[in-house]
């Protein structure tokens, strides 16, 4: 034990540190993320709540309806913390920065082992762990599980974090084994990626919605088969998931035995998973020390740049090609556009696929209201993919920024070069989103118009608030980019962000209400088209504030920076 008590100490002393040591100044941000996971609980638990209250309701199928939601959500974490466990293990086994110090120690095997299990497995499971609170929360309210239920919770939950852990483990080292390490990531991400695509687009295209129109079902039977789940008795979801429903729905099952199956499976993989990593981790961890061989770029992509960028100055024409460069050689990063790809489509069939036939409300009146409020999900899809994209703008220069400091470019260039850099690719898919759903809907013209120029405001203030932000709170000492927008200043770009929209939907509200009555009462009101200018016009002032404010804030903080 005090081996691996000496492996764990710097985590745990570093995570000390955070929480206690380094408090001085930042209780009002501490505050803001503490206001934000109550908040995000609190809905979590009611949006829960609600949908088990309606199960409950269901005569004699509500406690299978459920218990098919439980298999559901634990299913969910389950393939969740296999997945995330392979990409974290993968570092903290073989990548990780002190490795060679800690290699060149007298450390035992099996504590350095057992350390670093300790440590994929929390990475790995806090997550899903801040997840799954509001939830059993739920469960044990609507069905009074009680305090059985939740001392239930305490003693499987644990066990089923475990399972998952040691086998994302035991399969990162088989892989390493045979493999490269710096190129398992690739292949990983790769792997994961088009899987979390093909259940996303057969899960939308399957029409879930349909499970809530029994009617459109000729029997049912037919409709409980519809709405069964896979499950297997072979998996620790379905384990857990027996032992809740013996608690809450009073399932007569043998507790004892699923608990004791989960017990034996977080007991012996680990131990096994150690005895494999005893035997390969050796040669798989000095084929991680081999550098990755470069490639070398032709020039059609700069041809391709350099017309691209041809408006630009020359100072901001640097930048955004080296950007765009970093941005391609990154496998993490471009990938990410074929997730845009897969939002798009879904986005677009939801809109092909309402019932507006079935709705009491006149469908051209419905038309107009659904293409109002997609401006506000527009807005929201836009200021999600800039958290993700234009906050990290300045941050991604990383530990190298001092060479920026100190060249002949001012720091005003660096950032309307990252603002432009982003709002072109954002500009192009919220006018693509806006004008395809609007199309998909058979708007008016005029509504057409609005939603066009309303979207193309709103994406310069969008953009401007995720790079200006960005530079107010950089990070450049980070280790993954997935960690600058979950942030603090990541979650203050998506707070602004969206009260920037709101307040643009707001203002068009009153006027649009008025032309769309005009469109189902022709005559009714001299209303003319003008009545929306005054709101565009306020719009446009709006608009100006929210790319100038964030701006003007990320450079100030960039140039205290420097100085």
């Given at each position: 034990?005090?081996?691996?008590?000496?492996?764990?100490?710097?985590?745990?002393?570093?995570?000390?540190?955070?929480?206690?040591?380094?408090?001085?100044?930042?209780?009002?941000?501490?505050?803001?993320?503490?206001?934000?996971?109550?908040?995000?609980?609190?809905?979590?638990?009611?949006?829960?709540?609600?949908?088990?209250?309606?199960?409950?309701?269901?005569?004699?199928?509500?406690?299978?309806?459920?218990?098919?939601?439980?298999?559901?959500?634990?299913?969910?974490?389950?393939?969740?913390?296999?997945?995330?466990?392979?990409?974290?293990?993968?570092?903290?086994?073989?990548?990780?920065?002190?490795?060679?110090?800690?290699?060149?120690?007298?450390?035992?095997?099996?504590?350095?082992?057992?350390?670093?299990?300790?440590?994929?497995?929390?990475?790995?499971?806090?997550?899903?762990?801040?997840?799954?609170?509001?939830?059993?929360?739920?469960?044990?309210?609507?069905?009074?599980?009680?305090?059985?239920?939740?001392?239930?919770?305490?003693?499987?939950?644990?066990?089923?974090?475990?399972?998952?852990?040691?086998?994302?483990?035991?399969?990162?080292?088989?892989?390493?084994?045979?493999?490269?390490?710096?190129?398992?990531?690739?292949?990983?991400?790769?792997?994961?990626?088009?899987?979390?695509?093909?259940?996303?687009?057969?899960f939308r295209f399957s029409q879930p919605?349909?499970?809530?129109?029994?009617?459109?079902?000729?029997?049912?039977?037919?409709?409980?088969?519809?709405?069964?789940?896979?499950?297997?008795?072979?998996?620790?979801?379905?384990?857990?998931?027996?032992?809740?429903?013996?608690?809450?729905?009073?399932?007569?099952?043998?507790?004892?035995?699923?608990?004791?199956?989960?017990?034996?499976?977080?007991?012996?993989?680990?131990?096994?998973?150690?005895?494999?990593?005893?035997?390969?981790?050796?040669?798989?961890?000095?084929?991680?020390?081999?550098?990755?061989?470069?490639?070398?770029?032709?020039?059609?992509?700069?041809?391709?740049?350099?017309?691209?960028?041809?408006?630009?100055?020359?100072?901001?024409?640097?930048?955004?090609?080296?950007?765009?460069?970093?941005?391609?050689?990154?496998?993490?990063?471009?990938?990410?556009?074929?997730?845009?790809?897969?939002?798009?489509?879904?986005?677009?069939?939801?809109?092909?696929?309402?019932?507006?036939?079935?709705?009491?409300?006149?469908?051209?009146?419905?038309?107009?209201?659904?293409?109002?409020?997609?401006?506000?999900?527009a807005g929201f899809v836009l200021s999600?993919?800039?958290?993700?994209?234009?906050?990290?703008?300045?941050?991604?220069?990383?530990?190298?920024?001092?060479?920026?400091?100190?060249?002949?470019?001012?720091?005003?260039?660096?950032?309307?070069?990252?603002?432009?850099?982003?709002?072109?690719?954002?500009?192009?898919?919220?006018?693509?989103?806006?004008?395809?759903?609007?199309?998909?809907?058979?708007?008016?013209?005029?509504?057409?118009?609005?939603?066009?120029?309303?979207?193309?405001?709103?994406?310069?203030?969008?953009?401007?608030?995720?790079?200006?932000?960005?530079?107010?709170?950089?990070?450049?000492?980070?280790?993954?980019?997935?960690?600058?927008?979950?942030?603090?200043?990541?979650?203050?770009?998506?707070?602004?962000?969206?009260?920037?929209?709101?307040?643009?939907?707001?203002?068009?509200?009153?006027?649009?209400?008025?032309?769309?009555?005009?469109?189902?009462?022709?005559?009714?009101?001299?209303?003319?088209?003008?009545?929306?200018?005054?709101?565009?016009?306020?719009?446009?002032?709006?608009?100006?504030?929210?790319?100038?404010?964030?701006?003007?804030?990320?450079?100030?903080?960039?140039?205290?920076?420097?100085?």
């Amino acid at each position: 034990m005090r081996p691996l008590l000496v492996l764990l100490s710097p985590r745990l002393l570093s995570w000390k540190n955070d929480l206690w040591m380094r408090q001085e100044g930042n209780w009002p941000r501490r505050l803001v993320l503490i206001c934000l996971t109550l908040g995000f609980w609190i809905a979590t638990y009611w949006a829960i709540k609600r949908v088990l209250v309606y199960f409950q309701d269901v005569h004699e199928l509500g406690p299978a309806l459920a218990y098919q939601l439980l298999l559901i959500i634990l299913l969910t974490f389950l393939s969740m913390l296999l997945f995330s466990n392979l990409i974290t293990s993968l570092s903290t086994f073989f990548l990780a920065a002190d490795l060679d110090l800690v290699m060149s120690t007298p450390t035992p095997p099996s504590a350095f082992f057992y350390s670093r299990l300790i440590i994929t497995a929390f990475n790995s499971s806090w997550m899903v762990l801040f997840f799954s609170l509001p939830v059993f929360a739920a469960y044990g309210s609507v069905f009074g599980g009680g305090n059985l239920f939740y001392l239930w919770v305490v003693l499987v939950f644990p066990l089923f974090l475990i399972i998952p852990a040691a086998l994302g483990v035991l399969i990162t080292h088989l892989l390493v084994y045979f493999l490269p390490a710096r190129r398992i990531r690739e292949i990983l991400f790769f792997i994961g990626l088009f899987t979390f695509l093909l259940l996303y687009f057969l899960f939308r295209f399957s029409q879930p919605e349909r499970l809530v129109q029994p009617e459109a079902f000729g029997h049912f039977l037919e409709f409980l088969t519809a709405m069964e789940t896979p499950s297997s008795p072979f998996l620790p979801s379905s384990w857990s998931a027996e032992i809740f429903a013996s608690v809450l729905f009073q399932k007569p099952v043998d507790l004892w035995f699923f608990y004791a199956l989960l017990m034996s499976y977080a007991l012996f993989l680990p131990l096994m998973t150690s005895w494999i990593s005893a035997a390969v981790y050796l040669s798989g961890w000095s084929k991680a020390q081999e550098a990755r061989q470069g490639r070398r770029q032709g020039h059609l992509l700069d041809q391709i740049l350099k017309g691209m960028t041809y408006l630009f100055p020359p100072t901001l024409k640097t930048i955004m090609v080296k950007d765009i460069k970093t941005f391609l050689r990154d496998t993490t990063q471009w990938s990410q556009l074929l997730l845009l790809l897969a939002l798009i489509v879904v986005y677009l069939y939801n809109f092909k696929v309402l019932p507006l036939d079935r709705s009491p409300i006149p469908t051209s009146a419905l038309r107009m209201v659904i293409s109002f409020v997609n401006l506000g999900l527009a807005g929201f899809v836009l200021s999600a993919i800039a958290v993700r994209f234009a906050f990290p703008a300045v941050s991604l220069e990383g530990k190298a920024f001092w060479i920026l400091q100190t060249s002949p470019i001012p720091l005003r260039s660096l950032l309307w070069s990252k603002f432009w850099l982003n709002l072109v690719p954002l500009l192009f898919l919220g006018e693509i989103l806006v004008f395809l759903s609007n199309m998909l809907l058979r708007v008016p013209p005029w509504m057409m118009t609005l939603s066009l120029i309303t979207v193309f405001l709103m994406t310069f203030g969008i953009t401007a608030i995720g790079v200006g932000l960005g530079a107010r709170y950089p990070k450049f000492d980070y280790s993954n980019v997935a960690e600058i927008p979950t942030s603090f200043g990541g979650a203050m770009c998506m707070i602004f962000s969206i009260a920037f929209i709101g307040a643009t939907v707001m203002i068009e509200a009153w006027p649009t209400y008025l032309l769309a009555m005009e469109g189902l009462n022709p005559g009714s009101a001299r209303i003319g088209i003008w009545v929306i200018a005054p709101s565009i016009g306020l719009v446009l002032l709006l608009t100006i504030g929210a790319v100038i404010v964030p701006i003007k804030l990320g450079l100030n903080r960039l140039e205290a920076i420097k100085d």
